[in-house]
């Protein structure tokens, strides 16, 4: 079982910029091994959408069109934490963004998410 905990959610201005982390943890103490991080947002009254990946091996990453050159996805495979840099922030990226870890067994887990609010 691998725990997820999100953090750096909130409320910012059109134009701004929030930075989201997601650490990842073993909740029974047995090492994990991470193929690919996402983060994934769902706006209400919309699907959950893929933003961004990383793939841990090379970290080749790839972004949806509507956060390409704004946002930016990092990770440090050795805290096992990912990181999600969000600039030049519009009305329309509010959503609750939610972290996805895809294990080397194939296994998927999401995080609880994190409220981003762009308002003015």
């Known amino acids: 079982q691998v725990q997820l905990v999100e953090s750096g959610g909130g409320l910012v201005q059109p134009g701004g910029s929030l930075r989201l982390s997601c650490a990842a943890s073993?909740?029974?103490?047995?090492?994990?091994?991470?193929?690919?991080m996402s983060w994934y947002r769902q706006a209400p009254g919309k699907e959950r959408e893929l933003v961004a990946r990383?793939?841990?091996?090379?970290?080749?990453?790839n972004y949806a069109d509507s956060v390409r050159g704004r946002f930016t996805i990092s990770r440090d495979n050795a805290k096992k934490t990912l990181y999600l840099q969000m600039n030049s922030l519009k009305p329309e990226d509010t959503a609750v963004y939610y972290c996805?870890?895809?294990?080397?067994?194939?296994?998927?887990?999401w995080g609880q998410g994190t409220q981003v609010t762009v308002s003015s």
């Open positions: 996805y870890v895809l294990l080397t067994t194939l296994r998927g887990y």
């Open positions: 073993s909740a029974s103490g047995v090492t994990f091994s991470i193929r690919a």
């Open positions: 990383i793939i841990s091996d090379g970290g080749s990453t």
